[in-house]
């Protein structure tokens, strides 16, 4: 026995010095990793290669997990990192010209328009574009229409059809359950609640969407146009008629300038850079350029905060959400930090966001107008700024919209199931209880609200959405009766936006900087990002845990986790107040 007490707290001890080995190797590495910066050499007649076909978030981030396992990117820069580094570039006499891979993009419209942006001002300098693409769908198009060659795979395709949008509705399966889903909102347009209360569009909202989609889709024909020097009515017909078919018909009518395959096109790149035929052609991704010689940041000074709110807007955190959230208990404490710092001389809400809990955006909103009465507050908005995500906009002293942003979406609402007639119907389960006062189990899913209790909510309702347009009202400076006419959770381009006064001025950030710069009376300043990333360790445990079930079901169901997710938000909503846009919206 004492042999085995001996071998046993040995093993033991084993373990131990095992294990806190293992986590001092991890903390080498990961040390290594954060404070290590890789020397990146940009080459004599370097190529710059921007894939349109990767994610871009508004923020730079760095993934420790990454780090620790040597693989895949180990920071990524953000959107507005990339579009900079394009500008860039057109200074930089090692960089001959660009290459646009235009295979997929699942980027947002607003965000194309900021890398968009940013090519035609990198086109000015006089260096090359080229764009090369297998099946390039309409989104990818619209930014390598830019280029100045666009070369097609010679049995691909180039999709010009036309923009679409599809929405799924589930009061049928409701139904066939005995789900009663209790919908409570308010503005005729606010379509968020239709798909679990109707069986199809209201007239209501094909009408609002067939605006939208109007102007986007006139936008994208112009912006094409343009380039492509083909007038907007040709390019409506092409796509009208059905003509482009075949990546000839591409080619026939102008939408391309040949039809190659890939190592064609390496070598009439090889040959617009003046690269010897025996040399390798020195390509470099636009986001290992971003990092090369990045901009010197001085944290002295006159400072521009930019803080990035991205995601749902919630009153609490949640890191495994699956998602960037905007929360209220992180965003408010941080916005009132750089109100009381006096090196802050102004501030850009950079807000990307379809909306979430009226509640924490009201939150948000009361700590920026709180700013607002000591420093400049500039919004730029990006591919949503609807909804409560508009709601944290209203306030700001100026409010930068792109032209194919989807804003406005004034309105509110609430769902609460009735899951009564499910549980007792489908599965045999009932309840009973006792309550010490008449509503004390008002929103409990397992009995139907009487008619009393559904007004009390309504009544809720109707308070936050006129709050909601007393603000919109007090920061836009307009009539209330006006704010009523622009809202009733009507979406809005942001081209309507602009003509309604609900922004005001089109363009990204970059404008908005210097908005904010000669608000401020500013001639020299730094910019400073927030929020500040989460330290590597916290992160690299976060990555093995948390969001490991949100990565599980990603995989799982593809394209379908969107979906999964917002059907989740509104079943799980415990009867909170909304301001959110509809399903997220993917227009095709």
Not at 220 to 226: A, I, N, S, T
Not at 331 to 348: E, N, T, W
Not at 421 to 442: C, E, P, R, W
């Amino acid at each position: 026995m004492k042999g085995f007490l001996k071998m046993f707290f040995a093993s033991l001890l084993a373990i131990v010095i095992f294990s806190l080995l293992v986590f001092l190797i991890f903390i080498v590495i990961i040390s290594a990793a954060v404070n290590t910066r890789e020397t990146i050499r940009v080459d004599h007649k370097t190529v710059l290669v921007l894939d349109l076909n990767k994610a871009l978030h508004e923020q730079s981030s760095f993934n420790p997990l990454n780090a620790v396992l040597r693989r895949g990117n180990v920071s990524a820069p953000g959107l507005h990192d990339i579009t900079d580094a394009i500008r860039r570039a057109a200074g930089d006499d090692r960089v001959k010209g660009i290459f646009i891979e235009s295979d997929g993009d699942p980027n947002g419209f607003a965000t194309n328009e900021e890398i968009r942006r940013a090519l035609l001002d990198f086109k000015k300098s006089g260096k090359f574009i080229y764009a090369y693409g297998t099946v390039i769908p309409q989104k990818a198009y619209y930014v390598a229409s830019v280029a100045g060659k666009i070369f097609l795979n010679p049995v691909g395709i180039l999709d010009f059809s036309g923009f679409s949008v599809q929405f799924m509705f589930f009061k049928g399966t409701l139904d066939k359950l005995n789900i009663n889903p209790q919908v409570f909102f308010e503005g005729k347009y606010k379509s968020a609640t239709e798909p679990f209360r109707v069986t199809q569009m209201t007239p209501a909202n094909k009408l609002q969407t067939k605006a939208y989609l109007g102007d986007l889709y006139q936008h994208f024909l112009e912006g094409v146009g343009k380039s492509r020097h083909i007038d907007t009515g040709s390019l409506f017909q092409f796509a009208n008629d059905g003509m482009i078919r075949t990546a000839y018909d591409a080619l026939k009518y102008g939408l391309v300038d040949g039809l190659k395959y890939d190592d064609e096109v390496k070598e009439a790149i090889r040959d617009k850079a003046g690269i010897p035929v025996n040399d390798e052609i020195p390509f470099m991704s636009v986001e290992k350029y971003a990092k090369a010689n990045p901009p010197a940041l001085n944290s002295s000074g006159d400072q521009i905060a930019v803080l990035y709110a991205q995601g749902d807007i919630v009153s609490s955190g949640n890191r495994s959400s699956g998602g960037p959230q905007i929360a209220a208990d992180q965003y408010v404490p941080l916005i009132r930090k750089l109100r009381k710092d006096s090196s802050i001389k102004a501030i850009i809400f950079r807000v990307n966001s379809p909306g979430g809990s009226a509640l924490a955006a009201d939150a948000i909103w009361r700590e920026l107008l709180l700013a607002k009465q000591v420093k400049p507050v500039v919004v730029s908005m990006g591919d949503y700024a609807a909804s409560g995500g508009y709601y944290i906009s209203c306030e700001a002293d100026s409010i930068f919209t792109e032209p194919n942003t989807l804003t406005g979406s004034i309105g509110v609402f609430s769902i609460i199931p009735d899951l009564q007639s499910f549980f007792k119907n489908k599965l045999g389960i009932t309840f009973d209880g006792v309550k010490t006062a008449q509503y004390a189990d008002m929103g409990s899913m397992a009995q139907p609200l009487t008619a009393v209790e559904k007004q009390f909510i309504q009544d809720g309702i109707d308070s936050v959405y006129a709050t909601f347009k007393h603000k919109v009202a007090m920061g836009r400076h307009l009539p209330e009766p006006v704010v009523d006419s622009l809202a009733q959770g009507r979406v809005w381009s942001g081209i309507r936006a602009v003509k309604l006064g609900l922004a005001d001025k089109l363009g990204g950030l970059k404008e908005a900087v210097a908005c904010a710069a000669r608000m401020a009376h500013l001639k020299t300043y730094s910019l400073t990002t927030y929020p500040k990333e989460e330290a590597a360790f916290q992160k690299l445990f976060r990555q093995f845990s948390d969001d490991a079930h949100a990565k599980i079901l990603k995989e799982q169901l593809g394209n379908n986790y969107s979906l999964y997710m917002d059907i989740k938000r509104m079943t799980t909503s415990d009867g909170e107040i909304l301001a959110r846009l509809p399903f997220n919206m993917i227009i095709h």
